[in-house]
């Protein structure tokens, strides 16, 4: 064989290094699809979770912590509509709930029919499955396999729907949902990248422990909050008039002061009792009015809502677990997160909805071997509307040109792309119940948060809250003359927002769940 002269050898050797980098260009190797492996967690609060650091402190995780050890904390992961169906819309189309259809929890019902970007990965020959927490109303779409909770679900021996088939799963929700997607992974065509979406039920409200974990804290006194008694001055009617206080709204049931829960067996029931009953009869005797009595269902609260958490964790080590095991890891996208944030008796709430911090940032973490440096943190202006231009582009798959969300590959780089949106627009529905949450739109940057409480007839007002001299969101500044230019900036941001995601001047009517309807009244 004649050798091939070196000045061709050496134009071949830049070509090929060429090529293998454009191929490369988004952090794989050519020809390689990863695994995507989305764990989804149901109003879990960042201050849960330890690698957020809280000063609190209120739980260890470790492997949460884990995924933020070996792969990327972000800390500005924004929801555009603080409420569990329409993040979990917003989540598989990449769009703004004014988009997708799906407004709110009280009547909205997914448009299973419209593209989602687990459709396009099985079109492109990703093996796909969901389990747990669907929560839409409609059956899933765009899954090889699918096994849901009934609407909300319950923690206990939870009924499911595998494939449409009802059936009743025996156990502790979260363990059952953990088995049912590692039975799917053991089972998957080995053949095909996945995509798997765990989704739990926890810890949302009832907050209902697993009986190994009662007791889990000691009997601890949390820290509490600084804002735990927040009587709302320097603010409006709206946070004046909800119905999501930990004094007023929390019921008997949340804080397990009636029957415990259905569904457990002999022994569960005995260990439920042992725990909750005596010290049930010791707060009725102490007779707790006033601070007090807000502190003990602080406590209880942050006792249940925290088990929860536990047994989410214990979930992700888990899954975890099982990637390292079958050699997976270093193929496989991790990325674990939640719907939205939660009150942990911040401004003495619970719940979310709103745009202040608690309820706006979800916890999102993100690990990716070979792509993503380990122990990196990242404050760009992210959200779940990028999850779908993100898993597309890894997958090759080409975005539709009507997503909303773009795609994080380069921040998951370590990346800071010039264009990154500075700014992010949000916009809540649901009202007046549950929670009588004022629905109210505005937009958020690295400092600011304008917010527009829509015009009723007993409201009709901006709000202006500078995060850099008012952290705790306590003073309304909008009136303030020093702060004109800022809201004139806003406001024209709030507009240009408005018109790219082509928001409407006013919502339909059923967007707005239980609203009367001489009160969906929205001025352009």
């Not at 025996?170 to 039975?183: A, H, R």
């Not at 800022?486 to 009517?509: F, G, I, M, N, S």
């Amino acid at each position: 064989m004649t050798p091939m002269p070196f000045g061709v050898r050496r134009l071949l050797f830049f070509a090929l290094a060429a090529s293998s980098l454009a191929l490369s260009a988004n952090g794989i190797e050519p020809g390689r699809r990863p695994n995507i492996v989305f764990i989804f967690a149901d109003d879990m609060a960042y201050q849960a979770v330890g690698a957020y650091g809280d000063p609190r402190m209120l739980l260890d995780t470790p492997n949460f912590d884990r995924v933020a050890k070996e792969g990327i904390r972000f800390d500005r992961c924004l929801v555009p509509n603080s409420i569990c169906g329409p993040a979990r819309a917003s989540v598989i189309t990449g769009k703004y709930s004014h988009m997708n259809g799906f407004y709110n929890n009280t009547n909205s019902r997914f448009d299973g029919s419209q593209t989602t970007f687990p459709k396009l990965l099985q079109k492109a020959g990703y093996q796909t499955a969901v389990v747990g927490k669907w929560h839409l109303g409609s059956d899933p779409t765009g899954f090889d396999y699918w096994n849901i909770l009934p609407g909300q679900g319950i923690y206990y021996d939870p009924p499911m729907f595998e494939m449409g088939k009802r059936s009743k799963r025996e156990g502790y929700v979260t363990d059952v949902i953990t088995d049912l997607s590692l039975d799917w992974l053991k089972n998957r065509d080995r053949s095909k990248p996945f995509l798997l979406m765990c989704q739990h039920k926890a810890p949302h409200r009832r907050w209902s422990p697993a009986v190994r974990h009662l007791g889990h804290d000691g009997d601890r006194k949390y820290p509490e909050p600084p804002t735990l008694f927040d009587d709302y001055a320097g603010r409006g009617l709206a946070e004046r008039d909800q119905d999501m206080t930990i004094m007023g709204t929390m019921n008997d049931d949340d804080l397990k002061l009636v029957d415990c829960p259905e569904h457990l067996d002999p022994e569960e029931l005995k260990a439920w009792n042992a725990y909750y009953q005596p010290r049930n009869e010791a707060f009725r005797k102490a007779n707790l009015k006033g601070a007090d009595l807000v502190r003990w269902k602080y406590n209880r609260y942050m006792h249940d809502y925290l088990a929860c958490v536990k047994a989410v964790d214990e979930s992700v080590g888990r899954v975890l677990k099982y990637l390292d095991d079958e050699g997976l890891a270093d193929d496989t996208l991790v990325i674990v997160t939640s719907d939205q944030g939660f009150y942990l008796g911040e401004h003495g709430w619970f719940d979310k909805r709103w745009i202040f911090e608690e309820s706006l940032k979800t916890p999102m973490l993100a690990r990716w071997p070979g792509v993503i440096a380990p122990g990196r943190t990242d404050d760009h202006i992210v959200s779940n509307i990028d999850f779908a231009s993100t898993f597309l582009e890894i997958a090759g798959v080409d975005a539709p040109d009507d997503l909303q969300g773009r795609s994080l590959v380069p921040v998951l780089r370590g990346e800071a792309p010039a264009d990154w949106r500075k700014s992010f627009y949000y916009e809540y529905y649901e009202y007046p119940t549950p929670h009588h949450v004022r629905p109210h739109y505005g937009v958020v940057t690295d400092r600011y948060k304008l917010v527009r409480f829509e015009a009723t007839a007993d409201l009709d007002s901006w709000e202006l809250f500078d995060l850099k001299t008012d952290p705790l969101e306590l003073k309304n500044v909008y009136d303030d003359p020093a702060n004109a230019g800022v809201v004139d900036e806003l406001k024209r941001e709030l507009a240009k927002l408005r018109r790219d995601l082509r928001a409407p001047a006013q919502p339909p009517r059923e967007a707005f769940g239980n609203r009367p309807l001489d009160e969906a009244i929205k001025k352009p």
